[in-house]
């Protein structure tokens, strides 16, 4: 079964900071688009020369308006061309195709306070959180740090949502943040939400752990686009096909560009959908979907991000 | 003997962590001389304790609210801090629910092994529930059907639950065994 | 060609219940090797074995459908804790009446119809003669509570679970058949917690596994399985806590009656992800076929004959078999020769 999409014009292009282009997306039937809940991401499949690329964008509209997505894209030249092929090549009128949004960064409607912590494009998902937030009545206090010469999209936007909740750290202007001035004195049912550079994401997850936070009260995007590794080949027992994996191609990628029916969702390594058993090979897990013990068996790996070791794997496909 | 049934919670001694800023602990008055050896090591502005009178724990609680003594001393708790819980299973779990229910998570609540085996059963008939039950099987102090204590545990009631055993055959009374 | 609802029939007291030859054709028989192996036997949620299947659409309506809704009433009447919702799952609710909605209207234009003015939706069920005007979203227009609102009106129960501290907790439920739980009593608790008392599970991983998957399914992509019971009687409501009404039933059965009494009870259980709430809803069809039609099928009378034959002694116990297993194997071995 391959995934379900939908065909999507892109009707406006707008740039919300020197780095960061918005996308408005509305369905290419003129309908209505499917609701969704804050935190979700859609997939957008993107048609390049030769070549079809898959990126997971964070919505950045109201979760109330079906009328339309929006999605903000940064421009990343160092990436594997997602973003470059977004900036440079799609223009208004255009049509791509996405996946339903889907959802791995959930707000924790059980808590009685939401702290949101984001550092630079990684406002993208907090855009959702916080009209369905302040709509539910709920106490939000946020954090942005960002590079005003890139980044920082949305900060008026966010100034008129949150009011004084706001706090806004602008690196070319010298201003940091205290991640444990923000975290210390917290009320009991505090929940931290964090989207940005892992190296932010580890600074919270550390300042939290000193100060004696439950580690469930702290929620953070952990899927990220795939890293490159060393080529490799695969082999596919059912069909008996064999593909090469390229140094900057995942074997999701590489099935398919072969048009192998393999179902996927987040392509970070989180939400588990494109899992396959292996036959054979030695496995480099990269995701944070399987437990130790799957990892350890050797027998499964998430096409989305995981590599082998060695020159070969044999895929149960 | 372990459960097979995984709704069947299992208990460890509970330790100190000494990270959190607040700990508060929270026990059946007979649980005193535990709680006062395990808080021991805290100095008194880090810790903070409570004790309820065995007997009327349910019956006062019958609404579901935290007595007010534990809704102020939790609502005063910043996020780094942990409650540690003694007594019967079902006084830990009633405790469990409530800081659940004020924004704890629940590896913020430490439950002790409970003091004794007595079971908080719930009726599966007729719903009514049953407190310090030792034996099974057990009449239904609501409907009166002979009821099989099993494993199976729900959290939010803090209760086993109790089956009609004898329901396809009223002959049959199984002995009674300790819980 | 689609079976149109019949009268209505009755799962209780005289038991009228019963299937027509076309039901009988298009029974989901749940065993699809002689040798019972549990399995968690997931597939995609989409259509199957052509038109009149039962996996022709989303949800299938068929020649019960008013006397399941009827039985459902009466049973929500009798016992109203067999509609819970905790507070927080008022927007799964929401979600379940938009998708059952508009996938009703798709699927059964003549049976259903429903018209919509920005947040005023006008409904009309036509097989229950039935007409709603509501505010999309605000549960004090709806006649009832939106979960049992919707509910009465397809058949099948509902449980919505809301997925958060990467697991599923049953949050919300309208359970009227269920196969021996008590959602009173399991309300709230987590995947593993409810799936407690399952054995085998457990230990094989299985359940730790089926979690992951679910919690991965995706928005428009829902999925299925079976699973199945045996009932004495075409009785709907199998709960625990009626279960002192209808555990004697279980030692009435002879070898000269147990063709007519004994019934395959199959779920057809379908996991759909909610799009506002991102809650994982499930929908729980109960089909029941008493054995003598069953048999109607040489293959299923083979085949239901070596399943029973080699169910292990611990799945007869806790689908509580016991006391009619061995006669009924005795029985089946007619059919398989």
Redesign the interface.
């Known amino acids: 079964m391959s995934n379900f999409t939908i065909p999507v014009r892109v009707s406006e292009i707008k740039d919300v900071a020197p780095a960061i282009r918005e996308f408005t997306l509305v369905a290419d039937n003129g309908e209505d688009l499917l609701a969704f809940s804050a935190g979700s991401h859609v997939v957008v499949t993107m048609k390049g020369e030769g070549v079809v690329m898959r990126n997971a964008y964070s919505l950045v509209s109201d979760p109330n308006d079906v009328s339309g997505y929006k999605i903000s894209v940064r421009l990343q030249e160092e990436s594997r061309g997602g973003s470059v092929f977004m900036h440079t090549k799609v223009k208004e009128g255009d049509v791509l195709s996405i996946a339903p949004p889907s959802n791995l960064f959930a707000p924790y409607w059980g808590a009685k306070k939401h702290i949101l912590i984001a550092g630079g494009v990684g406002v993208t998902p907090f855009m959702s959180y916080i009209p369905q937030l302040l709509q539910s009545e709920e106490t939000v206090e946020m954090h942005y740090m960002f590079h005003s010469s890139k980044t920082g999209a949305y900060v008026g936007e966010l100034a008129k949502q949150l009011g004084s909740q706001l706090f806004c750290y602008d690196s070319d202007k010298g201003r940091r943040a205290d991640l444990s001035d923000i975290l210390s004195n917290q009320p009991v049912g505090t929940h931290v939400y964090i989207c940005g550079p892992q190296s932010l994401i580890d600074g919270v997850l550390d300042t939290a752990d000193g100060l004696g936070w439950p580690k469930n009260a702290i929620h953070f995007e952990a899927f990220k686009a795939p890293e490159p590794g060393k080529p490799f080949d695969i082999e596919l027992s059912k069909s008996g096909v064999k593909l090469h994996v390229k140094a900057d191609s995942s074997i999701l990628e590489t099935l398919e560009a072969a048009e192998v029916p393999i179902e996927s969702s987040c392509r970070g390594g989180v939400c588990g959908r494109c899992f396959v058993s292996v036959l054979d090979g030695d496995i480099e897990h990269r995701d944070e979907f399987l437990s130790a013990d799957e990892k350890a068996s050797k027998k499964c790996i998430m096409p989305c991000v995981s590599r082998a070791t060695g020159p070969s794997l044999v895929l149960d496909l | 003997m372990g459960s097979?049934?995984?709704?069947?919670p299992s208990y460890q001694a509970v330790e100190i962590?000494p990270?959190?800023?607040m700990s508060l602990f929270v026990g059946e008055v007979d649980q005193s001389s535990a709680m006062d050896t395990l808080s021991e090591s805290l100095s008194a502005d880090r810790k903070h304790i409570l004790h309820f009178a065995l007997t009327d724990w349910a019956k006062e609680n019958a609404d579901k609210r935290a007595p007010s003594a534990l809704a102020e001393a939790?609502?005063g708790?910043?996020?780094?801090?942990?409650i540690y819980v003694f007594g019967t299973e079902a006084f830990l779990w009633d405790i469990h629910q409530f800081a659940?229910g004020?924004?704890?998570?629940?590896?913020?609540v430490a439950l002790n092994e409970p003091a004794s085996t007595a079971r908080r059963v719930?009726c599966?008939?007729c719903?009514t529930v049953m407190e310090n039950i030792t034996e099974t099987p057990v009449v239904c102090q609501g409907c009166g059907?002979l009821l099989l204590v099993?494993?199976?545990?729900?959290?939010?009631?803090g209760a086993y639950?109790g089956?009609?055993i004898n329901?396809?055959?009223?002959s049959e009374i199984p002995e009674k065994e300790a819980l | 060609m689609r079976l149109a609802p019949k009268p209505v029939q009755t799962f209780r007291d005289d038991f009228t219940y019963c299937n027509s030859k076309e039901a009988i054709a298009r029974f989901p028989f749940p065993f699809p090797e002689d040798e019972y192996r549990y399995s968690v036997n997931i597939e995609p949620h989409q259509p199957k074995d052509g038109p009149g299947s039962v996996f022709e659409y989303f949800y299938d309506i068929d020649e019960h459908y008013l006397s399941e809704m009827a039985e459902r009433a009466m049973v929500m009447e009798e016992r109203p804790s067999s509609c819970l919702m905790l507070p927080h799952m008022d927007l799964a609710c929401w979600d379940l009446i938009d998708v059952t909605m508009h996938s009703l209207v798709s699927d059964y234009p003549d049976y259903f119809s429903l018209e919509k003015q920005g947040d005023q939706w006008t409904w009309h069920n036509h097989l229950l003669k039935q007409k709603d005007q509501f505010t999309f979203g605000d549960s004090s227009t709806l006649p009832e509570p939106p979960l049992a609102y919707m509910g009465k009106q397809v058949q099948g129960d509902f449980a919505l679970m809301d997925q958060r501290e990467n697991n599923l907790f049953m949050d919300a439920g309208l359970i009227t058949c269920p196969a021996d739980w008590s959602l009173a009593f399991d309300v709230g608790m987590s995947f593993a917690q409810w799936h407690g008392p399952v054995p085998f599970v457990h230990s094989e991983g299985i359940i730790d596994r089926a979690l992951k998957f679910l919690m991965s399914i995706p928005q428009k992509q829902p999925t299925r399985r079976l699973n199945w019971t045996l009932t004495i009687n075409p009785r709907m409501d199998t709960s625990p806590e009626t279960y002192p009404n209808w555990g004697s039933d279980r030692t009435t059965i002879t070898p000269e009656n147990i063709g007519e009494k004994v019934y395959l009870r199959v779920e057809l259980q379908v996991f759909d992800r909610m799009p506002r709430s991102n809650a994982l809803m499930m929908n729980i069809r109960t089909y029941l076929i008493s054995m003598e039609d069953l048999v109607t099928n040489p293959e299923w009378a083979q085949r239901i004959h070596r399943t029973m034959r080699s169910l292990p002694p611990e799945i007869v116990d806790y689908k509580g078999l016991t006391r009619f297993h061995p006669m009924l194997v005795e029985w089946l071995s007619q059919f398989d020769q």
């Open positions: 097979d049934v995984k709704s069947k962590d990270t959190v800023g939790m609502a708790l910043p996020m780094s801090s942990k659940v004020a924004g704890f998570m629940s590896e913020q719930f599966t008939h719903y059907l099993r494993d199976h545990f729900s959290r939010a009631h639950v089956l009609n329901a396809e055959d009223p």
